[in-house]
């Protein structure tokens, strides 16, 4: 049997909405460590891979290993259902084809529960190669998000260029061309409003907006956003997600034809 | 500039 128990369901309303623009169904792999997502988009450019510890859940039971195939459209209806306050809980038989919510309001005044037929998805799995990373660009993720906003409107691709002075996002098409810069801060008083970058070796990639303004779907789920990039490898956007795990967003680069 | 596909960096397990 499978149960997880979370007094926030307002974290996994956040997930579906940082997965469901950019994934049509995935797989939830339960274990007795936590969730687990990994899923390409439908055009193989990039990948998200969802990471909840068992230790972050109020309650967590999984007596056996479950593969829950889940329709995202569906499952952020559900969610759609639950209050911000509300505690939910996920709960699955061992080999069920359903899987049911429940949540519950902080009064205990309103229960309700939703049962979800499951389905059946051979999804490949990807291999992620430990990579230490040339440049990790540490921001608030609302920066990133307005970034990724503004220059989406002067290209298809954005360039990312780290150097020791700092970062630079630059784009360019029909109507002009524009360039943000972005320093490292120096000592500010809020972690969350940092900039840092950590600079092995200066790398400049190029990236299509398009996915990069799916990544920043998720940015209510964190205050800040890691940027990791090397040479020819697939950025990696990451949030945290409270205490509990992390969300990371691969993204293929763009290259010369 | 063409986009690439992630599974050319990532390998199917």
């Given at each position: 049997m499978f149960e997880a128990r979370l007094v926030q369901s307002s974290i996994f309303k956040k997930v579906l909405e940082a997965i469901k623009e950019l994934l049509n169904e995935a797989t939830f792999d339960c274990s007795d460590s936590g969730i687990q997502l990994q899923a390409m988009d439908s055009s193989h450019v990039s990948l998200v891979s969802l990471n909840l510890r068992s230790?972050?859940?109020?309650q967590y039971r999984c007596d056996r290993n479950l593969s829950m195939g889940i329709n995202l459209a569906s499952m952020t209806k559900i969610m759609k259902?639950?209050?911000?306050?509300d505690i939910m809980t996920m709960k699955a038989q061992d080999n069920a084809d359903s899987v049911t919510f429940m949540f519950e309001s902080p009064n205990q005044e309103k229960m309700s529960d939703y049962e979800m037929k499951l389905m059946n998805l051979d999804q490949e799995h990807l291999g992620i190669p430990e990579t230490d990373y040339s440049c990790v660009i540490k921001l608030p993720s609302a920066e990133f998000a307005r970034i990724c906003r503004d220059l989406s409107q002067f290209g298809e691709s954005v360039v990312i260029s780290c150097t020791k002075e700092g970062v630079k996002f630059s784009a360019a098409g029909d109507i002009g061309s524009a360039n943000i810069k972005l320093a490292q801060t120096a000592?500010?008083?809020?972690?969350?409003?940092a900039v840092s970058i950590e600079m092995q070796e200066k790398v400049s990639l190029t990236f299509a907006c398009r996915y990069l303004n799916y990544f920043t779907?998720?940015?209510?789920?964190?205050p800040q956003v890691c940027l990791s990039m090397s040479a020819e490898v697939p950025l990696v956007v990451e949030y945290k997600i409270g205490e509990i795990g992390h969300i990371r967003y691969y993204l293929a680069p763009k290259i010369e034809e | 500039m063409a986009q690439s596909s992630i599974k050319s960096f990532f390998p199917t397990r």
């Open positions: 230790d972050g859940f109020d259902c639950a209050g911000n306050d000592n500010v008083d809020k972690e969350d409003e779907k998720a940015t209510p789920l964190s | -």
